[in-house]
């Protein structure tokens, strides 16, 4: 596997959620050229286009210019393979989490096997919702001051960003023989050599979707009362990091228990 610096920042996208202050747009695409990432999906902006975004860019208009604007978020992920969220909430069921530095190193391993990987960053006056959160195979935190853990949108985008580069900078040193940095997150990342491509999160969405009316349909599932089964089974479809196939399989499954289902009550 070759290496190449820009090709790896290539498949990173930096996803801006709901932003409110449209001249955080502009200071998150500063913030990115300074490390070199270059891709930005904003999800349904309050503000946008915007000259002050323009102005607070100083220099790295050409990152808004290129910058894709969505009405959703499912829109903004569906053809990633990776998600990565950066909060600082509290859950109710926790969430695969690792400091910056360390999710740096899983996302650029993710992005030298050509994965597509999204970081989202919430809105400014709440972040990102527990549905939107959920939706994330890993989330970041960046330790701050427990007193005041509050960042600007466009300094956590220059941490992360930063921690990005100091990565790929790490492997640049390491050499041509040396093409794993060191992790402890024990999600397990697809090589190279996996017999089938890994599933895009549009795909894994419409599995969830698929999954929840099958649980629905043979009464395993009550709508009324869900409790926590949908996100307790997100998040252990998350780390199984399904390929198509294997997601196929699952989804034939499903249907097949449909089918079932259809028969016994006709």
């Given at each position: 596997m070759s290496f190449d610096a820009s090709s790896i920042f290539s498949q990173i996208v930096i996803v801006m959620v709901y932003t409110e202050n449209a001249g955080n747009i502009g200071s998150?695409?500063?913030?990115?050229?300074?490390?070199?990432l270059s891709q930005l999906v904003l999800v349904s902006p309050k503000r946008y286009p915007d000259p002050f975004a323009e102005?607070?860019?100083?220099?790295?208009?050409?990152?808004l210019c290129n910058a894709k604007v969505v009405d959703s978020l499912d829109d903004a992920i569906a053809g990633c393979h990776f998600v990565v969220a950066t909060s600082a909430r509290v859950r109710r069921i926790p969430w695969p989490l690792v400091e910056a530095e360390r999710g740096a190193a899983i996302i650029v391993q993710e992005a030298m096997q050509h994965h597509k990987v999204a970081i989202l960053m919430g809105p400014e006056s709440q972040g990102l919702s527990n549905e939107d959160l959920q939706r994330c195979h890993l989330h970041l935190s960046i330790p701050a001051n427990t007193e005041y853990p509050v960042l600007n949108v466009a300094m956590a985008v220059q941490i992360v960003s930063y921690e990005l580069r100091k990565a790929v900078l790490s492997i640049e040193r390491q050499g041509a023989g040396s093409r794993q940095l060191e992790s402890d997150f024990s999600m397990p990342i697809l090589n190279a050599q996996w017999d089938a491509p890994l599933a895009t999160q549009g795909e894994f969405e419409d599995f969830i979707k698929h999954y929840?009316?099958?649980?629905?349909?043979?009464?395993?599932?009550?709508p009324q009362n869900p409790r926590q089964l949908m996100a307790r089974s997100r998040r252990f479809f998350s780390r199984?990091?399904?390929?198509?196939?294997?997601?196929?399989?699952l989804r034939g499954v499903l249907s097949q228990m449909q089918l079932t289902q259809k028969k016994i009550l006709d």
């Open positions: 998150v695409a500063r913030a990115m050229k300074t490390m070199g102005w607070m860019a100083s220099g790295a208009q050409d990152i929840e009316q099958a649980l629905t349909e043979i009464g395993f599932l009550d199984a990091r399904m390929d198509k196939q294997e997601l196929n399989i």
